[in-house]
């Protein structure tokens, strides 16, 4: 250290000053890529933990962890070791981890969802994350020349980094992640974190301390290449995953981050395999003539199992359909074979957002069938969202919503209480053990709502035509069984906690 004219100034003997652009450069990327990380993690768990509000805080704190780590770490080897020794090892190193991620984390969801996902998911997060945000510190060390630009310089790398994590954020969910599968986005970075590490070297020890990363980047980019990637199509929002039916050579079933989202018979739109579409349809048949066209709503599309049913048995019917994952619906094209028809319409859009776009008394039945992972998303379960949706049935109208929950479901008892609260008639159909297993008991519960009675014995009898073994409950039994179950709110809306967790296997 040494003063002139009144400046304190730093000597870095062994490390050089690291120029103001080179700086910049390496904070930006690394922050970058720590938010690249985290949002890709969030992909990558979601066929084995689903979409929930907890995966993500979950990852978040990971992710937030790593970053604290890293900055204090970083800091302390800076007083220790020259920071130009460290850089290049630190980005090798983040590097092979990050392209690493998707075989680590498939590898280790397809043997366990539990602990061992868990550690490796942790890892894959913290090893990356906490290696990349001590590069902050690192080359605030290198550029902190004077102590009299402390703040100056300080300032700079941290609005520099900032501004990166921003842009990862919002290249990776606006652009990466619609055009790219999620390994190909690991491994991209990945490669291009160890391509920076060569650089590194080289410019501080030459070009042989440059071939060891570049060896790195073909090695962790050949395994991750050959690793399965799990998913037939990585949608913006999904892995989904088409099954065929080993009893039915024509039927298919719509996997959507390692759940079973629909069931579609490619040669019979009026086979229903799965029982809650049973119940589903039974409403139907039993609220209306039968034949009449209809005009229907759908909340989700899926396989677009109930709009291909319809137009088959009513003739006529409208169904509009308010699907937001794009690649769901390439899927029903090209997997599926729909066919553009006057009486199906697929809008890519967020059905909460598309509600508000529907006439007032403008459709006789409107259907929720949406998912995040195994649970509804919370903001089409809300009061906000019923009244939204009472606004545009027509008087007689029904609104039927498939939900799915386990154990005390908690979750279908706030529901059925906030339909209850804005419909004066509402009724709930599900399995036998499903009301009565404790629990051990759970799956799908479909709810029905209107304005005008229901005809529950009706429906209960039509679901027992198609062969499910359902019971269907209203009036004072089902207000016995919802209890003081709190009313969804825009405001108050607890669905992942109200949930049991999905079990696993």
Request: proline share 5%.
């Amino acid at each position: 250290m040494s003063s002139k004219s009144g400046e304190i100034v730093v000597a870095h003997p062994d490390s050089p000053e690291l120029g103001r652009y080179a700086a910049a450069a390496l904070v930006f990327g690394a922050s970058a890529s720590v938010l690249v990380v985290e949002v890709v993690a969030l992909r990558l768990l979601a066929p084995y933990l689903g979409l929930t509000l907890e995966t993500s805080t979950l990852v978040i704190s990971v992710a937030l962890a790593a970053i604290a780590l890293g900055c204090w770490a970083g800091g302390r080897v800076a007083d220790v070791i020259p920071p130009r020794r460290v850089l290049g090892p630190l980005l090798a190193v983040s590097g092979v981890a990050v392209a690493a991620t998707p075989f680590a984390v498939r590898a280790a969801g397809a043997f366990d969802r539990g602990a061992l996902l868990m550690l490796v998911a942790t890892f894959a997060i913290i090893v990356p994350g906490t290696f990349l945000a001590a590069v902050t510190p690192m080359v605030t060390k290198l550029r902190l020349t004077s102590l009299n630009e402390t703040g100056t310089v300080v300032g700079r790398l941290s609005a520099i980094g900032t501004t990166g994590a921003i842009v990862g954020t919002v290249v990776t969910g606006f652009v990466l992640i619609s055009r790219l599968p999620v390994s190909g986005i690991m491994v991209g970075l990945g490669a291009a974190l160890v391509l920076a590490a060569a650089v590194v070297e080289f410019r501080v020890r030459g070009w042989r301390s440059a071939v060891a990363p570049a060896v790195l980047v073909l090695l962790g980019g050949s395994a991750v290449a050959m690793a399965p990637g799990g998913c037939d199509v990585e949608t913006i929002y999904h892995c989904a995953v088409v099954v065929t039916d080993p009893d039915r050579a024509s039927g298919r079933v719509l996997m959507l981050d390692g759940a079973p989202h629909s069931y579609v018979d490619l040669e019979d739109p009026t086979y229903l395999d799965w029982d809650y579409a049973k119940a589903v349809a039974s409403v139907i048949d039993t609220s209306y003539p039968e034949g009449q066209p209809l005009r229907v709503y759908h909340i989700g599309g899926g396989g677009l199992t109930l709009p291909r049913y319809l137009e088959q048995v009513r003739p006529g019917t409208s169904s509009l359909v308010s699907e937001i994952d794009p690649g769901v619906v390439k899927i029903d094209t090209e997997r599926f074979g729909l066919e553009s028809t006057e009486g199906v319409e697929v809008r890519v859009e967020d059905a909460r957002l598309g509600l508000g776009r529907l006439a007032d008394d403008s459709h006789d039945l409107v259907l929720g069938d949406a998912f995040g992972g195994v649970s509804v998303p919370w903001h089409l379960t809300t009061r906000e969202t019923v009244r939204e949706i009472a606004r545009v049935l027509a008087a007689d109208g029904v609104y039927v919503i498939n939900l799915l929950d386990y154990g005390p479901l908690a979750f279908a008892r706030a529901e059925v209480a906030t339909l209850a609260d804005t419909f004066d008639h509402v009724a709930l159909a599900t399995e036998t053990d499903t009301l009565t297993g404790g629990d051990k008991a759970g799956g799908n519960l479909v709810v029905i709502a209107s304005q005008a009675p229901l005809d529950v014995t009706s429906i209960s009898g039509k679901i027992a035509e198609r062969g499910a073994e359902w019971d269907v409950i209203t009036g004072a039994e089902l207000t016995g069984w919802t209890a003081d179950a709190p009313v969804l709110t825009d405001n108050y809306a607890p669905v992942d906690q109200l949930l049991t967790p999905y079990p696993s296997g």
